[in-house]
């Protein structure tokens, strides 16, 4: 009797101990959608025609992973038809791109401070979701003298410009993978004149032609502003010489620009055997007129 | 008086022969070869060089490996007659007209192989139109011109006072064969100014044909080494090739001297002695390409860089490995081991030696051209399966093996109009002796 209890207890724990483990994937099939983290982050370049970056995630197995292919719905200031900044669709990198169209141009200058909305319907894989990201209107100016750079940052309050003080500004020059810092220092923040200074100690950096490089100032992920920057061109860099070896003498060139070099050896070779030949050929002419004569 | 009667039979035994119902066959037999190869040739005219089974990656095939074959069996004439000659290597004297028909032979078929692969050989007159001097190719052209006429006259001086012996015999000859030695050299009367200049003729020539020898070679292998792929990356490839080259042209000429000496009962000039000193020359050539054999491949195996790495396992583990080992232990390790012995030495043993340094190098050439192209350092990528191995079509067999016979039927050719073995040398040599 205590032996069927014990195998009744042990079939009965085994089939929960069974449920469990399979019920966990089996249970949530269709069941759960997942749910959907926006960034939203502002960008403005050389004072000109902002625009907004949507980054969607998504949490696989307690990791956060970008969400291709997820549609979002861009508003300025609040959602409704005639403040629909676009649709767009997230990359497989999680993003998505937009800038703000010429119709909201109104909209844009009747205030100093916007705040941009995304919001996502929800499909049959993920929760609907929503984020909204406010910025100030804020701007950069840029001055160089004797290799510094200076920026000054500005809010608009009302109607004017005014310096801000405590924002970290970056200095850098454009390259084509990043930008690269003009220092060693990182960052530099704007004092009561709105202004931060930065000595450019990249001396020998290559330019274009004419050495011209590209000076950035910017202000990165600033809670207030996001992101803005503002740039200038200045001949601080070395002067790019393209080495273009096109219709010069080298190896690989066309045939009437073979390398002086190697045309003298080669037919240095080829006129010494082949004369050579020649005369051995008129040799043969010799020991017949010999041959003649004798007769 | 007696020496005289010596010296008829020597010219009677040496005088070309006609040939009998075995040399008819063997004639016939080459001149087939040479026509299924011409029709095979004829569609690939008609229908392009798709008949072949080259495509985008092997785009040097069999036809290369054959040329890079004739080049080193052609090296030949320079280091039995050239070499030998300066080196002051009398014995050498009776195979000198072999390794020099042997080099005209193979000559004339490098380049003619090399047109043949060529995909619109009407255009062929452009590389000279057009063809840049900065290119291993135009080197190639240019060398092997050279090469070629250098190998001609080093065969017709020495012909000279052999000539003149030959037109003594109009009816042995023929009427047409007479006329022929008339126009090649009845102004040879052999006195002492013709002697001299032609004696110095023959000096300059040797001494001009090793550097071209060389450079023929060298320049062949550049046009592998200039080429930035598995396995011809290599600064060792001019020599590697060349020490190659004298190996396969010494075992042509054990070959054929065998082949001669048997055929035409010339026991009395291509002596076992002949076979021997031969033999030691094979010897140290199969040592010396071994020793290059190894420097090619020990260090890149060592290595086992990535990029050449597939390359390198199929010839020594994969698809390759059959021929490459084949090729080594035929062409190469054998041949050492059996020459290593006297016995080994002995013409029987030597000509079947002959024969394995001939194939196993054969291909060893296949070997050089196609693994390289099979194993590109770009990986390929949607490419149709056919063109990821290479197996010749019957065209481009066809074509090798009558470009083989047709060297074959020209070396045939030359031993049936002249004197396989000097006469005039040999009656010298016997004067010498007599005296």
Same mark, same amino acid.
């Given at each position: ?58 949490? !696989?197995? @307690?990791?956060?992973?970008?969400? &291709?292919?997820?549609? *979002?719905?861009?508003? /300025? ?5 005639? %403040? ?79 310096? !801000?003080? @405590?924002?970290?500004?970056?200095? &850098?020059?454009?390259? *084509?993978?990043?930008? /690269? ?5 990182? %960052? ?91 005369? *051995? ?15 | ?435």
């Amino acid at each position: 009797m205590n032996t069927m209890k014990l195998l009744n207890k042990i079939v009965a724990g085994s089939i929960a101990v069974m449920l469990l483990i399979s019920g966990n994937k089996g249970f949530s099939q269709g069941a759960e959608k997942a749910s959907l983290s926006i960034t939203l982050s502002y960008y403005e370049v050389n004072n000109q025609l902002p625009h907004i970056s949507a980054l969607v995630k998504t949490k !696989v197995d @307690g990791r956060f992973k970008p969400a &291709g292919g997820i549609p *979002l719905k861009l508003f /300025l200031n609040k959602d409704s038809a005639g %403040t629909v900044i676009g649709k767009v669709v997230t990359n497989e990198n999680g993003q998505a791109f937009a800038f703000i169209p010429p119709s909201l141009k109104n909209e844009w200058k009747s205030s100093k401070t916007h705040t941009f909305l995304a919001s996502f319907d929800g499909d049959k894989r993920y929760e609907s979701a929503k984020a909204d990201l406010t910025v100030a209107k804020a701007k950069i100016e840029i001055s160089t003298a004797d290799k510094t750079i200076t920026a000054k940052v500005f809010q608009l309050t009302d109607t004017t410009w005014v310096p !801000v003080k @405590g924002v970290d500004v970056k200095f &850098g020059v454009r390259r *084509l993978g990043a930008d /690269l810092p003009v220092n060693e220092t990182p %960052t530099f923040t704007t004092d009561s004149t709105g202004q931060a200074s930065a000595d450019f100690k990249r001396d020998s950096i290559p330019g274009d032609a004419k050495g011209n490089i590209v000076l950035v100032a910017k202000v990165e992920d600033n809670e207030q502003f996001g992101n803005i920057a503002v740039e200038k061109t200045v001949p601080w860099g070395a002067k790019f010489v393209p080495v273009n070896t096109f219709d010069e003498r080298t190896l690989f060139a066309t045939r009437s620009k073979a390398p002086i070099w190697l045309i003298v050896v080669s037919s240095g070779i080829i006129l010494a055997v082949w004369i050579t030949l020649i005369l *051995l050929v008129q040799n043969i002419f010799r020991i017949k007129k010999l041959g003649q004569e004798t007769e | 008086m007696e020496n005289s009667l010596k010296g008829e039979q020597i010219v009677q035994e040496l005088l070309p022969r006609k040939f009998k119902t075995s040399g008819r066959i063997w004639v016939g037999i080459l001149v087939a070869i040479c026509l299924v190869g011409v029709y095979a040739y004829y569609r690939q005219l008609r229908y392009g060089l798709i008949v072949t089974n080259m495509r985008d990656y092997v785009s040097w095939g069999i036809y290369i490996s054959n040329f890079v074959f004739f080049v080193a069996i052609s090296l030949v004439g320079s280091l039995i007659t050239a070499v030998f000659r300066l080196a002051g290597v009398k014995w050498g004297a009776p195979l000198t007209r072999i390794a020099e028909m042997i080099a005209v032979g193979a000559i004339i078929f490098a380049s003619i192989i090399i047109i043949v692969d060529m995909g619109s050989p009407e255009r062929f007159y452009n590389l000279f139109l057009y063809g840049r001097i900065q290119s291993p190719i135009m080197w190639d052209v240019i060398v092997i011109t050279t090469y070629f006429f250098i190998s001609l006259l080093l065969l017709y001086y020495p012909l000279l006072p052999d000539i003149k012996i030959l037109l003594r015999f109009k009816e042995k000859s023929g009427p047409g064969l007479h006329k022929f030695y008339s126009f090649l050299g009845s102004f040879w009367k052999g006195d002492h100014k013709q002697y001299l200049l032609s004696k110095k003729a023959i000096n300059v020539l040797c001494i001009a044909i090793i550097p071209v020898a060389f450079t023929i070679h060298t320049v062949t292998s550049w046009l592998f080494a200039t080429t930035y792929r598995p396995g011809w990356d290599s600064t060792n490839f001019g020599a590697y090739f060349i020490a190659g080259a004298f190996l396969v042209g010494a075992g042509s000429v054990v070959v054929a001297m065998y082949i001669f000496r048997t055929w035409y009962h010339l026991d009395k000039y291509i002596t076992v002695e002949h076979f021997d000193k031969m033999g030691r020359v094979l010897v140290l050539l199969c040592l010396l390409y071994l020793y290059f054999n190894v420097n090619e491949f020990l260090t890149p195996f060592f290595k086992m860089k990535e990029s050449e790495a597939g390359y390198l396992n199929d010839l020594f583990s994969g698809s390759f490995a059959p021929i490459f080992w084949f090729a080594v232990l035929t062409g190469i390790v054998l041949p050492i081991i059996i020459l290593l012995f006297k016995a080994g030495r002995k013409p029987l043993p030597m000509f079947i030696v002959g024969i394995m340094v001939v194939v196993g190098a054969w291909f060893k050439r296949y070997l050089i051209v196609t693994p390289t192209l099979l194993h590109p350092f770009m990986p390929m990528h949607d490419v149709p399966k056919m063109y990821t191995h290479y197996f010749p079509s019957w065209e481009e067999w066809a074509i090798s093996m009558a470009s083989l016979a047709g060297a074959m039927l020209v070396i045939t050719i030359l031993c049936r109009i002249f004197p396989i073995i000097p006469i005039q040398e040999t009656l010298d040599e016997h004067h010498e002796t007599a005296k």
